[in-house]
């Protein structure tokens, strides 16, 4: 993807009509957009900031059904979302992996009270599922997971939910939409909706259009990065934009009722030697009645998360002391070592867009999507989870090609590789199996799937590409150089939280190597050393946001 072939591609257009213009670059956004491109309809994505930035790049990392939702009784999310990881894994195999769970037990009922209720998890996941669940004894239990909490146990569960590396996931998306004909923009906001309509019962007025308040027709947008601004017509105008959904609302209609209740989930990042087995851990059952993730990621343990109702939504949440010591307490109760402040790399947190219900807790929201069309015929699209992107992003395209009277054309994304996958493969690329046998630094790379041997191309080419950012990270300083020419990387932090998950993975390590980073993007992209200086201090104060330190006070 290079931005100028995105922005000549929308110049180009002019005053023609796009059949969709989707605000908002995150999961949900950039689902619709891969839907309506690839049922051959012309598609326009405009993102304000960064291609998940927000809530898309934020998550537990799961691909899952919802043990928690099964709980609660909520069947049909749950056997919607497990029909969708088992085609996410087919589409996305070289970013959607098994994950073996733990489920410990130390009361005498919750073996065959847990055990019973997975089978459920399993027979609801048919044969998209990942594996069947087994009871385990003590011993077994402590082999898959050494680091245990061994008093006590009695056994344990083992389920099989999905992987993946959320931000990765957005990228590979907006590739896959490119691939199929969608015009992708990050760093473009949209300032305003454009509503015009004939007057006289269709007669026109000095044959222009005229501002009013009638249906949409298009948007007004700025691009961040070189100040053009835009007027952009469109038959259908897609709100994706999560937890500022109500933002578009109100754009739309001032009077319009909210209907997002944002609630912040935090996450901490540890070292691998405090679950040192394949196994992740799914503690249950919380002080707060939430269940708890002690995940394997990225050579990294990921623990969380927590659900706090907050008043507004920002770009950049922050996580609160309270969260931090909740989950350092609640997890502290299931290892043997108990993991403090100083044993944090990194602590992030992201906002979910969760429905509004007449319920107080956000625990007990609606994690399921809603579709809401307006009088001005603006369709928003907001609630569920990664998961579930795509059936989301299915039901929205088939309710705009109802309303705004596109088409009928069926959807196809069921079986649509996804960029990186080997089914997606270009001429003269190479399998996933036959890139394992190359080594470790290819093995480092396989979130990439079929991009990889690209990569290593680029590192072959000079000498330092294949250096590393940092000795704690696995990054190559080649990924950067691919970020900036092949992803629409535009930033130090897109780079090092992004494109890379070296923000999430070490934020100090990150900040260390942020020179080192915005030298290679200012080559690339043609910046002077006074950019350089910028993007060093904004990402250095941006990322110490997510050192345990700076959330003391």
Known sequence: MKRQYMLDA??????????????????????????AASRGFSTLLLEQYDFAKGTSSRSTKLVHGGVRYLQQGNIKLVTEA????????????????????????????????????????????????????????????????????????????????????????????????????????????VDGLVKKERFGGGAVRGGDWVESAGAISGVRMTDLQTGNTYEIAARVVINATGVFTDSILQMDDPGSETVIAPSQGVHLILDKDFLPGRAAILVPHTDDGRVLFAVPWHDRIIVGTTDTPVSHATIEPRALPEEIEFILQQIGRYLRKVPTREDIRSVFAGLRPLVKSSSKKTAELARDHLILVADSGLITITGGKWTTYRRMAEDTVDTAIQRAGLPERACVTASLPIHGSPGRAPAGTVSDDSRDSRGGETEALHDYGTDANAILGLAGTNPDWSGRLHPRLPYIQAEIIWAAREELCMTVEDALSRRTRALLLDARAAIECAPLVAGLLATELGHDLAWQLAQIAAFSELAEGYLPEKTLN
Not at 164 to 176: K, S, V
């Open 10 to 35: 929308l110049t180009a257009k002019g005053d023609q009509q796009w059949d969709f213009c989707i605000i908002g670059g995150g999961a949900t956004g950039l689902g619709v957009a891969v839907d």
């Open 82 to 189: 497990l029909h969708e990881r088992g085609i996410l894994r087919r589409n996305a195999p070289h970013l959607v992996k098994d994950q073996s769970f733990i489920v410990p037990n130390y009361k005498w009922w919750e073996g065959p009270y847990y055990g019973l209720g997975l089978k459920v998890y399993d027979w609801m996941a048919g044969e998209l599922g990942l594996g069947k669940s087994r009871w385990l004894s003590r011993e077994e239990t402590l082999e898959e997971a050494p680091t245990l909490e061994a008093e006590g146990l009695r056994g344990g569960v083992l389920y099989h939910d999905g992987q993946f590396d959320d931000a990765r996931l957005a990228i590979n998306l907006a590739q896959t939409a490119a691939s199929e004909g969608a015009i992708l923009l990050n760093y473009c906001q």
